[in-house]
T-cell receptor, first 112, second 114 residues
Framework: QQQVKQSPQSLIVQKGGISIINCAYENTAFDYFPWYQQFPGKGPALLIAIRPDVSEKKEGRFTISFNKSAKQFSLHIMDSQPGDSATYFCAASISGNTPLVFGKGTRLSVIA | EPEVTQTPSHQVTQMGQEVILRCVPISNHLYFYWYRQILGQKVEFLVSFYNNEISEKSEIFDDQFSVERPDGSNFTLKIRSTKLEDSAMYFC????????????FGPGTRLLVL
C-alpha cells in the first residue's frame, strides 16, 4: 500500500514532442505528490508538486495532471528538449514532514 | 540559493569497516532525512530526524546504521560494519519545519564497499 507505481521505465521522445510519465498510488492518505528530476551523478531536484485539492498544475513546460478518484497522477513535458533528458521520479507523502515514497523512475531521452 | 551539501562525494571502503557520511542541511531547515539509491533503482527512505531524535525509520535502517547531529550544522549517517550490499548512492535531504513538505536533496555520496 506504500508503493507508488511509475511507467514507463524508459521513454524516447522527439525534440518538440510531448513526454508523458504516469504514476499510480494506493494509499489514500498520501496528499503531496512531487516530481523530481535527476541527472546522472546528481541528487534528485524538485521539478513540480501538486496536492489533491487541484486537478492540474502547470509551471512553464511542465504540467502535473491529478486524478484523485483513480489515484493516478502524471507529468507532461511540453515541447521536450534534449536538455530534459534525465531520469524522472514521481513520489508521494502524507501531510507533514514525512518520508517520500518514490516510484522506480523513468529514463527520458529527447532526441533531435 | 541555499543548498544541501554532502561530503565526501565518493567513498570506497572495505567490507566490515565503519563509514561516516556527512551532510550540511539548508540552514533554516529543521527536518533531515537520509535516502539511498542502489545503482539503477529507485530512491529509498532510510531515516528522518527532527529535534535531535529519529522521527521515522525504514526497515532498511537496522542496528548497523545511526544518525547524529553533532553540532548546529552537520547531520551524519554512520554505518558501523559495512556490507557489500550497502554500496549505493546516499542522499541527504532537508525540509522546513512548517509551511511545506518540499524536501531538498544534496548531491549524494557514492559509497562502494569492496
Amino acid at each position: 500500500q506504500q508503493q507508488v507505481k511509475q511507467s514507463p521505465q524508459s521513454l524516447i521522445v522527439q525534440k518538440g514532442g510531448i513526454s508523458i510519465i504516469n504514476c499510480a498510488y494506493e494509499n489514500t492518505a498520501f496528499d503531496y505528490f512531487p516530481w523530481y528530476q535527476q541527472f546522472p551523478g546528481k541528487g534528485p531536484a524538485l521539478l513540480i508538486a501538486i496536492r489533491p485539492d487541484v486537478s492540474e498544475k502547470k509551471e512553464g513546460r511542465f504540467t502535473i495532471s491529478f486524478n484523485k478518484s483513480a489515484k493516478q497522477f502524471s507529468l507532461h513535458i511540453m515541447d521536450s528538449q534534449p536538455g530534459d533528458s534525465a531520469t524522472y521520479f514521481c513520489a508521494a507523502s502524507i501531510s507533514g514532514n514525512t518520508p517520500l515514497v518514490f516510484g522506480k523512475g523513468t529514463r527520458l531521452s529527447v532526441i533531435a | 540559493e541555499p543548498e544541501v551539501t554532502q561530503t565526501p562525494s565518493h567513498q570506497v571502503t572495505q567490507m566490515g569497516q565503519e563509514v561516516i557520511l556527512r551532510c550540511v542541511p539548508i540552514s533554516n531547515h529543521l527536518y533531515f532525512y537520509w535516502y539511498r539509491q542502489i545503482l539503477g533503482q529507485k530512491v529509498e527512505f532510510l531515516v528522518s530526524f527532527y529535534n535531535n531524535e529519529i522521527s521515522e525509520k525504514s526497515e532498511i535502517f537496522d542496528d548497523q546504521f545511526s544518525v547524529e547531529r553533532p553540532d548546529g550544522s552537520n547531520f551524519t549517517l554512520k554505518i558501523r560494519s559495512t556490507k557489500l550490499e550497502d554500496s549505493a548512492m546516499y542522499f541527504c535531504a532537508s525540509s522546513e519545519a512548517t509551511g511545506g513538505q518540499t524536501q531538498y536533496f544534496g548531491p549524494g555520496t557514492r559509497l562502494l564497499v569492496l
